[in-house]
């Protein structure tokens, strides 16, 4: 008569337990904007009210403050030029967008027209009668639209040193905030402190479309596409929507005190936001959430942004220039097929949002060896070897109650010793595990009691081992 042979069960793994998961306090998100970690100060004179980058080259960018507008370089970051031929205090410089000539506006109410590379003062436009706080290029580049503290918006040709277009008196307060339609040569807006904010096309004389911020408008800003404004004043930024009459999208209320600079990455994919509560604020425009924050010592008075994201640079009403880089290196070695890849996060085809979900998706799991099993996102191996026991697993398969409480402790992972006491208990086996030890034994169980007993997650089972212990 044939006989059956019966293999013993198995001991498998002792599951650890499970706590209520608590959200991950480093997301992807703020690794991406913790990697601009190569910082740099640089004191400039006065306090720089405007940064803008070379939008052609993305290899320099100028700085505006006191008397001067700075031309810096961006891999040194230091000063190449200065444009020093203003009589008072120079006011938001600008490049324009083939980078060739910068303007920027003076506290007498005079535009000075730059050549970028011989330092020539190409124009002076005389008009305005109060500082000329802002100027911005039109799209083609013909043009520059200029608002001012005489409560006037003008654009001028730069061709003649004409004015071709005024707001007259459209506007009751200082004009503050002026930019440029990115696509449409002919269209651009103008805010000012009596918190209107209008959209205008230089073919027609009454505006496109008028809309009330609420608060006196400080900046205001184009996406790249040009589909949506942004406009800033006190402590919100307000998002428009520019093809359905100025439809209000949404409002973020991040800051404690007043917004004084924004910008968005060059896939506007992120708003970035900088205050004089010293915070930087970074919002996904896809889910309208702030999904990081940087904080300051010191208010923050401008805010500039790379094309390629990886250079930062805040200036303070203190004078001071922090500049913030990420220095990650490429490794170029050849074209071939063992060439190194490119890094998402150098890669100027790829938006924020992309590199970051690219970071989430790219996951390999492994489980020893064998046949492996492809999945959307991930990859898990699976494998037919036998189960490998923990120390503390194996005291605990022989029944050594004090052995297997030992070696939990020694992992020093509150997380197994909590498991373990709990099957202890599950086995009547606590007890056992804790009698009969002198001094030596007993300390660490002390130690390990007084460290967690307070703890939330682990308190209730905590407090019986001490009962257990007092009991004894």
């Not at 650890?16 to 990697?35: D, I, S």
Request: glycine residues 6%.
């Amino acid at each position: 008569m044939a006989t059956s042979s019966m293999r013993p069960a198995e001991f498998s793994h002792l599951p650890l337990k499970e706590f209520a998961r608590v959200q991950e306090r480093e997301t992807p998100e703020a690794r991406y904007w913790k990697a601009l970690n190569n910082v740099k100060e640089v004191a400039v004179s006065g306090s720089p009210n405007a940064i803008h980058f070379n939008p052609a080259f993305n290899n320099s960018y100028i700085v505006t403050a006191s008397t001067k507008v700075s031309l810096i370089d961006a891999l040194s970051d230091k000063v190449q030029r200065s444009y020093s031929r203003f009589t008072d205090d120079a006011f938001s410089g600008r490049f324009r967008g083939d980078g060739k000539l910068i303007a920027a506006g003076e506290k007498t109410g005079v535009v000075k027209i730059f050549d970028m590379q011989t330092k020539s003062l190409l124009r002076q436009l005389r008009r305005h009668t109060g500082a000329t706080r802002c100027v911005r290029w039109s799209a083609d580049g013909i043009n520059l639209v200029s608002g001012s503290d005489d409560k006037h918006a003008l654009r001028w040709d730069i061709a003649t040193e004409e004015v071709v277009w005024s707001s007259r008196s459209h506007h009751s307060d200082y004009v503050r905030a002026i930019d440029c339609h990115p696509t449409s040569s002919d269209v651009f807006v103008t805010g000012g402190y009596d918190h209107v904010v209008t959209m205008w096309d230089q073919r027609q004389d009454t505006p496109v479309w008028s809309i009330n911020h609420g608060m006196p408008v400080e900046y205001c800003a184009f996406t790249p596409s040009g589909s949506i404004l942004a406009t800033v004043g006190g402590n919100e930024v307000k998002l428009w929507d520019v093809i359905n009459g100025g439809r209000l999208v949404h409002t973020f209320q991040n800051h404690q005190k007043n917004i004084t600079s924004i910008t968005f990455d060059a896939n506007a994919s992120r708003l970035l936001s900088a205050g004089l509560d010293g915070h930087v604020k970074i919002y996904n425009l896809s889910t309208l959430d702030v999904v990081h924050g940087i904080k300051f010592a010191t208010p923050i008075l401008s805010l500039g942004l790379s094309a390629d994201s990886r250079k930062m640079v805040i200036g303070f009403v203190d004078g001071n220039l922090m500049i913030r880089n990420n220095k990650k290196q490429v490794k170029t070695i050849g074209s071939g097929a063992g060439s190194a890849a490119t890094p998402d996060i150098l890669r100027p085809d790829l938006s924020i949002t992309d590199m970051i979900d690219r970071s989430l998706s790219q996951c390999r799991h492994h489980k020893g060896a064998g046949q492996t099993h492809e999945f959307q996102n991930s990859i898990i191996s699976e494998s037919d070897r036998g189960v490998h026991l923990q120390p503390f697993e194996k005291y605990l398969k022989k029944f050594s109650y004090q052995k297997a409480l030992d070696a939990a402790l020694e992992t020093k992972d509150p997380v197994i010793v909590i498991t373990l006491v709990e099957e202890l208990c599950r086995r009547n086996g606590l007890t056992i595990a804790l009698s009969g030890r002198d001094e030596n034994s007993l300390e660490p169980i002390l130690s390990f009691t007084a460290k967690y007993i307070s703890h939330a997650r682990y308190n209730d089972l905590v407090i019986q081992v001490a009962h257990r212990i007092i009991d004894m």
